[in-house]
């Protein structure tokens, strides 16, 4: 894995993983409680932290069990500027003005 620190990543997915099981819990003692206010921002507030640890916990665990990619090659892009010429298909000088394809 190019770039990442395993052990961290490792840390932080075991972490999101238990934030998201105790949520789990306080989201069932939540929905099973009596209806009121109060129990409505508590089981927001748990559903948010519930489904935020989850992702995350997913995002990292794909990341960690992705099988590794090969280095890429990095594209050189040069900048069409006044000394570039424009050719034709028989790599002769052409004659075009501006705008698209050489139409005026």
Same mark, same amino acid.
């Given at each position: 894995?190019? &770039? $990442?620190?395993?052990? *961290?990543?490792?840390?932080?997915?075991?972490? +999101?993983? /238990?934030?998201?099981?105790?949520?789990? &819990?306080?989201?069932?003692r939540e /929905?099973?409680? @009596?209806?009121?206010?109060?129990?409505? +921002?508590? @089981?927001?507030?748990?559903? +948010?932290?519930?489904?935020?640890?989850?992702?995350?916990a997913a *995002? $990292?665990?794909?990341? +960690?069990? =992705?099988? %590794? !990619?090969? %280095? @890429?090659?990095? *594209?050189?892009? !040069?900048?069409?500027?006044?000394?570039?010429? !424009?050719?034709?298909?028989? &790599?002769?000088? @052409?004659? =075009?003005? %501006?705008?698209?394809? &050489?139409? *005026?």
């Amino acid at each position: 894995m190019d &770039g $990442i620190d395993v052990r *961290r990543a490792r840390s932080w997915f075991w972490g +999101l993983t /238990l934030t998201a099981v105790a949520a789990m &819990g306080g989201l069932y003692r939540e /929905l099973h409680g @009596t209806p009121g206010p109060v129990t409505g +921002l508590l @089981t927001l507030l748990t559903a +948010l932290v519930l489904a935020a640890s989850a992702t995350q916990a997913a *995002r $990292i665990l794909a990341k +960690l069990a =992705a099988p %590794p !990619r090969p %280095p @890429t090659r990095r *594209r050189v892009h !040069r900048c069409r500027g006044a000394e570039t010429r !424009r050719t034709g298909m028989d &790599g002769a000088p @052409t004659a =075009a003005g %501006p705008g698209r394809h &050489g139409r *005026r």
